[in-house]
């Protein structure tokens, strides 16, 4: 995970970060992306959940994931995100956090802490849960403790106090302090010219869980003009069957358009009155909406020129001759 302070003009650097550090899932904070939805960035599915009414936004989550297996998701609030797959035979929930500051009102904390604890009892006892983001939470270091590691730092704060106290409620653990490293791929927040240093960003999961955690360490050399570092947590999953009877892909209407890959019938192009009416189609769709980065024009671009196409030829209708093998599925296909 990582905190990126703001999105805007970094889309590509992160994208390429990721892939070269071979991420499968990623929680980006501090993104300041207003609205929810689902886009298709290189290789991810990115959900995003920001302020949908808010003039500017301030805060923001994303969940990037590799397209697979993906079954539910939520954008819970500017603060939230959630995301439900089935992985290996595991089903899992993985939640995506941008925290309250530390100096901020108490009752907006409470209200926060609240709404996270009220999600995490929500999910149940019946997946496995990782919760990523920037805490704004120092939890210091406990020896044979359940809920924290004794390799973190010694400074605790209030955020950290009641980070514990759901923690214990759940029977949560932070996995930061778990694994030995230097201090300097511990530290996931830094401000050299005031040469401070602490551990606010964490990754959580369950205090028994079916999952082995392998490593959770800081990468340096991804911070994309923030002052906070990646955090990356090696998980090993033990393959087992799963009762789970939900499909693999099955997002919410706004996601299916962008999850198909449609083959349209381009032949038809041949004809100059159906060229004339795709033309006119895309020319009015192109005119519309306004745009506060590259990014965004250049999604509603693509949106157009799918709804422009499908609308003015049609698609295809793929028919396979042969029957794929009842043990088949994209996993395999990936290691074949």
């Known amino acids: 995970m990582l905190n990126v302070q703001g999105i805007r003009s970094k889309t590509g650097e992160i994208i390429k970060g990721l892939e070269e550090l071979k991420q499968d899932i990623t929680i ?5 992306k207003k609205g929810n939805g689902v886009e298709i960035l290189g290789p991810y599915l990115h959900f995003y959940s920001g302020d949908p009414k808010g003039k500017r936004a301030k805060r923001g989550v994303y969940i ?6 993906i079954t539910t ?16 035979g595991k089903k899992l929930c993985i939640l995506g956090i941008y925290a309250i500051r530390d100096d901020k009102n108490a009752v907006v904390k409470e209200d926060f802490l609240g709404k996270l604890n009220a999600v995490i009892v929500e999910i149940g006892n019946s997946r496995e849960i990782l919760i990523a983001g920037d805490f704004n939470s120092r939890t210091g270091e406990k020896i044979n403790n359940l ?18 106290d759901i923690c214990e409620k759940n029977s949560l653990k932070t996995l930061n302090g778990y694994f030995k490293h230097k201090r300097i791929h511990q530290y996931t927040w830094h401000q050299d010219t005031q040469e401070l240093r602490s551990i606010i960003d964490y990754i959580i999961a369950r205090q028994n869980s079916g999952l082995k955690f392998q490593d959770v360490r800081v990468f340096r050399g991804m911070t994309v003009g923030s002052d906070h570092y ?16 939900e499909s693999r892909e099955n997002i919410t209407d706004c996601a299916v358009e962008l999850l198909q890959s449609p083959v349209y019938n381009i032949g038809s192009l041949r004809d100059e009155s159906t060229g004339f009416s795709y033309k006119k189609r895309l020319d009015e769709k192109l005119g519309e909406g306004n745009f506060e980065s590259t990014e965004e024009c250049y999604q509603h671009l693509v949106k157009c020129i799918h709804q422009g196409v499908k609308e003015a030829l049609g698609e295809k209708i793929l028919r396979s001759k042969t029957k794929p093998f009842y043990y088949w599925n994209e996993e395999i296909g990936q290691l074949v």
Do not use: Q
Not at 73 to 88: G, P, S, T, Y
């Open 28 to 32: 980006l904070t501090e993104t300041k």
């Open 64 to 69: 990037l994931v590799k397209k697979r297996y």
């Open 73 to 88: 998701w939520e954008a819970v609030n500017e603060n939230m995100i959630k995301l439900h797959m089935n992985l290996f």
């Open 147 to 164: 809920v924290v590691g004794p390799f973190e730092e010694e400074v605790i704060n209030d955020n950290g106090d009641r980070l514990i």
């Open 230 to 245: 990646l955090v990356n947590a090696k998980i090993l999953f033990l393959y087992g069957k799963s009762n789970a009877i």
